[in-house]
């Protein structure tokens, strides 16, 4: 049976009790405090791990969509369906040369053809001016007569 306590335990000093319970409430504010930091860390450390748990997968699913894609871009060129890139660039280089032409024309530049063909008519007008080109004959020396009689 239980008994009940006395009056004598019952009336025990009141100032004990605080201190104590002050003494317990700073002792167990004090493991808390310590392990806050640790506590900040392991979740900053749970959040890395789960933020490169999520790029893993992200760098998987592009990866796994960019050999879609390129399987399919290499079935394309091997059908026909996309052109090779040597074509486009051929393209553009006739592009860029038609508009470098166009923009010399309006300066009044000649064109290489016209170029070509001028060199052309210079090189066969030197051949007919080598093929009728007549020898000039040597000069002759003046004489010069001095009489002993003039002196």
């Given amino acids: 049976m239980a008994t009940q306590p006395t009056p004598k335990s019952r009336a025990k000093p009141a100032a004990k009790p605080a201190s104590k319970a ?54 394309g060129i091997h059908t026909g369906m996309v052109q090779p890139a040597g074509v486009k660039v051929d393209r553009l280089e006739h592009l860029f040369e038609d508009r470098v032409a166009r923009a010399l024309k309006s300066l009044g530049l000649p064109t290489a053809q016209e170029v070509a063909a001028l060199q052309a008519r210079v090189s066969a007008l030197e051949a007919a001016l080598k093929s009728h080109a007549v020898k000039p004959a040597p000069r002759k020396r003046a004489s010069v007569k001095t009489s002993k009689a003039s002196r």
């Fill in 22 to 75: 002050a003494q317990t409430k700073s002792t167990a504010k004090e493991p808390q405090q310590r392990n806050a930091p640790k506590d900040i860390w392991m979740a900053g450390l749970g959040a890395m791990a789960q933020a490169q748990a999520v790029a893993q997968e992200k760098l998987h699913e592009a990866t796994a969509h960019f050999n879609q894609l390129a399987h399919g871009l290499s079935a």
